[in-house]
């Protein structure tokens, strides 16, 4: 119960705070226009995340949203959380990088995510999968995860470590690079045990 009603507070919270920028800002009904159809348009983005959560609606939730339509960008800012189907990303800062589609073909030239650049308390997760890191690049077309700065990952008890770790998604399989510029290595701790069934 605690649950939705914070979550109830903190949507309201948004609203608020949204309203409070378009007010301060006087923006025209013609940004508002492009920033709402931007809005839906992540809400409904099929080629964000999971492939097998393609068809369902990414849903990012944060204190402050910045639209920046000469960077094909949005900026979210404070307590990111971003959601689509079993794939979870929080973070401090979330930035959205789309291409603009070809308005002219229809519904297939609708703007796509490109990337997303996650930075400060990052963490994601997929399944029993965790990863986190203080910064994370999401690269759509490639559909991996670039997690680095004292970056770890999790499944189950089993924990890596290294200078990067590259996730990719549809393979649930991972890279772990060693900073070649310190003595730093590649480490991991494995439980036998956490592979067995009760």
């Not at 949203?65 to 094909?72: A, F, H, K, L, P």
């Not at 959601?83 to 973070?91: C, F, V």
């Not at 990088?97 to 997303?116: C, I």
Request: proline share 1%.
């Amino acid at each position: 119960m605690q649950k939705i009603n914070r979550n109830r507070t903190t949507r309201s919270f948004y609203r608020n705070i949204m309203q409070i920028q378009l007010n301060r800002l006087q923006v025209s009904r013609k940004k508002i226009l492009r920033l709402l159809i931007f809005s839906v348009f992540l809400l409904g983005s099929a080629t964000a995340f999971g492939a097998d959560d393609a068809s369902t609606p990414i849903h990012i939730e944060a204190d402050r949203m910045i639209s920046q339509e000469q960077d094909n960008s949005v900026v979210f800012l404070g307590n990111v959380d971003a959601r689509q189907g079993g794939i979870t990303i929080r973070a401090d800062e979330m930035t959205v990088y789309y291409t603009r589609g070809d308005k002219k073909k229809g519904k297939s030239g609708a703007d796509q995510v490109s990337k997303l650049v996650c930075k400060k308390n990052v963490e994601i997760t997929q399944d029993d999968w965790l990863g986190t890191g203080n910064r994370m690049d999401y690269l759509a077309g490639e559909r991996k995860v670039i997690l680095s700065g004292d970056a770890k990952a999790w499944q189950g008890q089993n924990m890596v470590s290294g200078k990067t770790i590259i996730y990719y998604l549809d393979d649930k399989r991972s890279i772990v690079e060693q900073d070649k510029g310190k003595s730093g290595r590649v480490k991991a701790v494995i439980h036998p045990e956490s592979n067995k069934k009760n």
